[in-house]
């Protein structure tokens, strides 16, 4: 009898392979009856298949088949490549035709989902019918990344801070404009403020959404999110969540579920979470995602950016992995910030950089830097970022920018302590920019491939191709704060 296709191609770690009994045990003990099967497509979000128990053991030796669509449709749902003639539109004959992909289920990743009573959950990682990994996942990209780090005795570690928004449902009632079709998404549910915002950390305002709060708390607990904090930011409804720090892939995997099962708990509660930059509701504020970020020795865990010198405010490597994130800060913009409406947060004095600054514990810069000599938590914050971006490719954006600085022993240049009035390089001013930049850089076309770089540039450039056609023929009259209706439909229930 011929192994299963997961021992064939060897597709697990030892370390996955020892989980899967504890899998067994768990779907039998807690009478499970669905699994859901999930995997990130390359815009960071979750889809998945609900499967049975005997599917789901049978895929714990072969695998699942999926639809390879999800990677071939931009965010309306609507075709970027075409699929049904020879190559798929790619010049890639194993993508003719739309065809199957094998997920497999990563062992480690298992939860039971607490507001969904009978439902298991498992990421899972793409590959071709032969065991080759998917050209496009994002996750086998990250990866890529780490063992770079790890043949270099390094890990990197990495904190999450998220700003999202709040919203009650005021109809939740779906008619003829809430219905999408491919290439148009439909107009997101009816929504109000939960507080009036602009009191930041304001308690009382802060108990109004408690109760959704204590229920976000309890679920973070139950599957394994490493909550550290909850606070009320700037805007109306605008919460703020950071996590404690882990290496690098299970961060950007929690990530991945904290956005997921946010927006799902919220629905059931009769809200929404959106994590969307700036939606298009008066006097709302941007939200970002700053990444918390230290490399580490992968034996010891020992913080290789703490300086050796009360003097200093990082270590040499530090500096180094510092000039790389400066040095191509442009190119990597894409990947932090990969949406239109992500632009609207890159303004002066806005708490949101405009260019490539960095200082020490200063909110104003691009990277900030956290800690100093004898601090075990010394890190970089990179305050870039927004909140919709896919974390696996916003982190690998990062190991390849701070290791090219690194491996070339760049130094960065001196601290901004004006950082609107530097003269830096300045960051991209929209997505069309951004793809220009990543598309001319010749570190990432290295690192993550001409095959993928050129697919990605392509997915974004549908997406900007639909908000462009709908500037030239509806204009901008429903333009709320700068913030089109587009963007509204495109992102706020999207993301």
């Given at each position: 009898m011929s192994n299963g296709f997961i021992e064939r191609y060897g597709l697990w770690t030892d370390a996955q392979a020892a989980c899967v009994g504890g899998v067994r045990r768990r779907i039998e003990a807690e009478g499970l009856q669905l699994i859901r099967m999930a995997w990130a497509d390359s815009h960071g979000c979750v889809r998945a298949k609900a499967v049975s128990v005997p599917a789901?053991?049978?895929?714990?030796?072969?695998g699942y088949n999926i639809n390879v669509a999800t990677f071939t449709l931009d965010a309306s749902g609507g075709r970027v490549f075409r699929s049904f003639i020879p190559g798929g539109g790619m010049g890639l004959p194993e993508m003719t035709g739309s065809p199957n992909l094998t997920i497999v289920p990563d062992p480690a990743t298992f939860r039971t989902l607490p507001w969904a009573p009978g439902v298991g959950w498992v990421l899972c990682d793409e590959y071709f019918s032969d065991g080759t990994p998917f050209h496009f996942s994002s996750r086998h990209l990250l990866r890529r990344q780490i063992d770079r780090l790890h043949a270099k005795g390094m890990d990197l570690v990495v904190g999450l801070e998220v700003e999202w928004y709040l919203t009650r449902i005021t109809d939740d009632r779906l008619g003829e404009e809430h219905v999408a079709i491919p290439g148009r998404r439909g107009i997101p549910p009816e929504t109000a403020p939960v507080e009036p915002?602009?009191?930041?950390?304001?308690?009382?305002?802060?108990?109004?959404?408690?109760?959704?709060?204590s229920e976000l708390a309890a679920i973070y607990e139950q599957i394994g999110l490493p909550l550290r904090s909850v606070e009320n930011e700037y805007g109306p409804g605008q919460l703020e969540c950071t996590f404690d720090a882990r290496p690098a892939l299970q961060a950007a995997d929690d990530y991945v579920l904290f956005r997921t099962a946010t927006r799902q708990v919220c629905r059931r509660l009769g809200y929404l979470a959106s994590f969307m930059?700036?939606?298009?509701?008066?006097?709302?504020?941007?939200?970002?995602?700053?990444?918390?970020?230290?490399?580490?020795?992968?034996?010891?865990?020992?913080?290789?950016?703490?300086?050796?010198?009360a003097d200093r405010h990082l270590s040499d490597l530090g500096d180094t992995y510092l000039a790389g994130l400066l040095t191509h800060a442009a190119p990597a913009t894409v990947f932090s910030t990969p949406t239109v409406n992500g632009y609207r947060r890159f303004q002066p004095n806005s708490l949101a950089p405009d260019r490539a600054t960095w200082s020490h514990d200063h909110r104003g810069v691009m990277i900030r830097l956290l800690g100093g000599f004898d601090d075990k938590a010394t890190r970089l914050e990179n305050r870039v970022g927004e909140p919709a971006a896919n974390p696996y490719l916003f982190i690998a954006s990062q190991i390849v920018s701070g290791?090219?600085?690194?491996?070339?022993?760049?130094?960065?240049?001196?601290?901004?302590?004006?950082?609107?009035?530097?003269?830096r390089p300045m960051l991209p001013v929209s997505l069309t920019d951004a793809i220009e930049a990543a598309g001319d850089s010749a570190l990432f076309r290295e690192q993550f491939g001409d095959l993928f770089m050129d697919y990605f540039i392509n997915l974004k450039r549908a997406e900007l191709d639909r908000y462009q056609q709908f500037v030239e023929t509806e204009g901008t009259p429903g333009d709320v704060d700068g913030v089109s209706q587009w963007e509204q439909n495109e992102y706020f229930d999207f993301f």
């Open positions: 789901f053991l049978s895929a714990l030796s072969d915002g602009y009191s930041y950390h304001s308690e009382s305002n802060l108990d109004l959404v408690q109760p959704v709060l930059c700036r939606p298009a509701f008066p006097g709302f504020f941007s939200s970002g995602w700053h990444l918390h970020q230290s490399l580490v020795e992968r034996e010891s865990g020992l913080n290789l950016c703490m300086p050796d010198s290791l090219d600085g690194v491996e070339r022993d760049l130094h960065p240049w001196p601290a901004d302590d004006e950082p609107y009035e530097a003269a």
